[in-house]
């Protein structure tokens, strides 16, 4: 059987409970603080009062004492000492001859005790004393005068139960209303946190309810406190994020699957034709030869699906080494001078930068541009690549003259499987229609850009910036 440790359960309660607990706590260790200087102050008070009423006493004892003729008359004069205790029935008192230590007047058994307590003290200091029946006192001792100027040695003594008695109430009533007060507080504080919690309630809603095809609610921010507003705002740019993730996945995977449809029903349907009726072999050859066409273009487009996906993840860049522009450049250029020539078209590169970046992908930036710059020129032209360099950025311009780009469309060039004009692009042998994204990919790789600037019927120019000593993008 599994145990639940107090922690679990701790970390698991709501914040309403969490908060009752928190302020109950907070509010037990303050009033068990309040209460405790309470007691001590009540205390202090109530023997400050003692003292005051045991000084007061003892100033009129001693008048009494003075109008007395001799020490012998004293026991003949009690009746004046009862008439100082009458009304005062925890007042206990006792006159002692100093020269004997006879007692002289006593009118209690305590005031007899409390002689014996006496006995060596400061006559200055009162003393807190326990009878034998647990009964408290507090006594104050010292010397005084009778008429003809004999001593005296007197006694007062207090009854301290009420006092006891009156620390004992308050001190047993604020045990008993403390723990009700306590609750009360974590009730109520439970009451005010669920009701404070409650808009919380519209957030935990909506997110419950989240699902791919659900992604278009949203919170309403107007009326949620502060915090919970900012909460509301960026959990809405979440959506707005993942809306857009998924519409992006949506209509990437429905492009894909028509990219890949076409060659595999080509190659589907030119097998089974050639399957249809006896072929010599140059017809099968013929057939080979096409399929393996098809075939390539499949290789590619899933190594470009496969670039694309890890670019998404910021893996794409293994190494960053000083790359020449100008050398990449000028090596691409003779790679593609064949295909270029074929075509009736002159590549020139110009100009020189060096920036950080991975080799290859740099290389394979430049080359996509080129290829798409060579196949979109006209015929005769020039394809120029421009390498230039600021104080802060590195450029590699690749123009070319040809029918330009739609204003309107320059900002889908960049989108996956986008073929502006898709039937001149397969006619010409274009490639997985990932060529541009990839260029854009591996530019936020180097945290760099890619730009175009196009003309109806005159010049296109694709331009990769590169800042100097910038790392991935991370936007």
């Known amino acids: 059987m599994n145990t639940i440790s107090w922690q679990t359960r701790l970390a698991e309660a709501s914040l309403a409970s969490r908060f009752a607990m928190a302020v109950g706590l907070f509010g037990l260790i303050v009033a068990g603080a309040a209460a405790t200087f309470g007691y ?29 003729p001799s020490v012998e008359q004293i026991p003949a004069n009690g009746h004046r000492f009862g008439d100082l205790l009458i009304g005062h029935k925890d007042l206990n008192l006792a006159v002692i001859d100093p020269r004997n230590d006879r007692l002289l007047a006593s009118f209690s058994p305590a005031a007899v005790e409390s002689v014996a307590r006496m006995k060596g003290a400061a006559s200055s200091a009162p003393l807190y004393w326990q009878g034998p029946d647990k009964t408290r006192y507090v006594s104050v001792a010292g010397p005084a005068t009778v008429g003809n100027g004999q001593m005296v040695r007197i006694v007062l003594s207090l009854d301290r139960s009420e006092d006891q008695q009156l620390k004992r109430g308050v001190l047993g009533a604020t045990l008993l209303t403390l723990p009700v007060l306590l609750v009360l507080v974590a009730l109520g504080t439970w009451m005010v946190a669920r009701t404070g919690l409650a808009p919380l309630n519209r957030l935990t809603a909506v997110a419950a309810h989240v699902t791919t ?13 502060a915090e919970l507003r900012v909460l509301a705002v960026g959990f809405n740019a979440m959506l707005d994020r993942i809306d857009q993730g998924v519409r992006r996945l949506s209509e990437f995977s429905a492009d894909l699957a028509h990219e890949m449809r076409t060659p595999v029903a080509t190659l589907l349907g030119r097998t089974q034709v050639a399957l249809s009726q006896s072929r010599s072999i140059d017809e099968l050859h013929e057939v080979l030869a096409g399929n393996v066409e098809e075939l390539d273009r499949l290789t590619r487009l899933i190594a470009d699906m496969l670039f694309l996906a890890r670019a998404d993840q910021g893996d794409v ?9 100008a050398v990449e450049a000028a090596r691409v250029a003779e790679f593609l001078s064949v295909v270029a020539d074929e ?14 970046g991975d080799q290859i992908l740099v290389q394979r930036a430049i080359t996509n541009l080129l290829t798409n710059a060579i196949r979109h020129a006209e015929v005769p032209s020039v394809v120029s690549v421009t390498v230039r360099s600021s104080a802060t950025h590195a450029f590699v311009d690749v123009s070319n003259r040809g029918p330009g780009i739609p204003e309107r469309q320059i900002t889908r060039v960049f989108e996956r499987f986008v073929r502006l004009d898709a039937a001149r692009a397969r006619g010409d042998g274009a490639g997985t229609g990932l060529g541009l994204p990839i260029v854009k990919s591996v530019m936020n790789a180097h945290g760099g850009s890619v730009e175009v600037v196009s003309e109806p019927d005159g010049a296109t120019t694709f331009s990769l910036v590169f800042r100097h000593d910038a790392g991935p993008d991370k936007g």
Do not use: N
């Open 343 to 356: 075509r009736g078209v002159r590549v020139e590169v110009t100009g020189s930068a060096r920036v950080q």
């Open 213 to 225: 095809h659900s992604l278009a609610q949203r919170i309403e921010p107007r009326g949620l406190p």
């Open 40 to 68: 001590w102050g009540l205390a202090r008070q109530l023997d400050a009062r003692l003292d005051a009423e045991l000084e007061g006493k003892r100033s009129l004892l001693l008048h009494i004492l003075s109008e007395i």
């Open 317 to 325: 860049v293994s190494t960053r080494s000083q790359v020449d522009l």
